[in-house]
């Protein structure tokens, strides 16, 4: 399989990628989205925009990837299942392949409850790893999920999300695989703050030859302050952030604390260069996208091969 993405050629070279996040903004403001998405240029492969976020509406993803591509920049479609049935979601698919994106990443999204709608029906007519059946399919087969042959099928670079922290820990490789069978092309996973059981899993991963059918971009995400790490420990569901984390980030005074946790964030990513079967590393500087370029460089992933 070749699709026309940036990101399956950096990583089919062999490089390290690395993708990066931007969330689009609570409006009709595309400059917001241009001034984060500059912030990026030249240190990442591709750029993520994420789909209402915390269950908030925001820009549409696909809007935004536009916005994007326009700036000759490689973004990431991101798309939740739960707001949409399969008619609209294969729709938004050749839509916005339709306008040169090739890249996409299936996920679920969170509960309504967690954002500002918590009355929003939830759809979920597929979850996860159906959309990406589908995706795989409209590619591959050139039909829609109905079986209708599709005009021009969408050349999508596929990929999917892994929580390697979430209880039962014991089923995070199975769940993997699930989405490996299901035909995933890359899997982002969740923020490691826990490098000891990121590795215990991706001795899973090896263990069932995962590594050699996905590639795997080790997630990282840079703390701002010792209030956003203990934050992240006690009320994100799914985050393994230690103790030895937290008293780490408390234990610099407040005005270095930044500093602090993008030291973090360079010594996670050098040691998980080591970690055999991980591909590259989708860094998710939350609302701190200027930090990105100096996280990229200091962890020596500069310059960006060119493909």
Known sequence: MKTESRLEKVLASGALAVTSECGPPRGARPEKIKEKAELLRNCVDAINVTDNQTAM?????????????????????????????????????????????????????????????????????????????????????????????????????????????????????????????????????QCIYNPDKFEQWMEGVRGKGLHEKVYILAGITPMKSAGMARYMKNRVPGMDVPDEVVKRMESVPKEKQPEEGIKIAVESIDRLKEVKGVSGFHIMAIEWEEKVSEIVERSGLMPRPEV
């Open 57 to 189: 509406v925001r820009m549409s993803s696909w809007a935004a990837c536009i916005i994007i591509k326009q700036m000759d920049l490689d973004p990431v479609f991101q798309m939740v299942t739960r707001d949409r049935n399969r008619l609209a979601m294969q729709a938004d698919i050749i839509g916005a392949y339709s306008h040169g994106i090739n890249t996409m990443l299936c996920i679920s999204g969170d509960h309504p409850h967690f954002g500002d709608h918590p009355m929003a029906a939830n759809v979920y007519d597929l979850d996860s790893v159906q959309l990406l059946q589908t995706a795989v399919k409209m590619r591959e087969q050139g039909v829609f999920q109905g079986g209708k042959d599709i005009d021009n099928p969408p050349k999508m670079f596929v990929g999917a999300a892994a929580n390697p922290f979430a209880d039962p820990f014991e089923l995070r490789v199975l769940r993997l695989a699930k989405k490996v069978r299901a035909g995933a092309d890359f899997i982002q996973t």
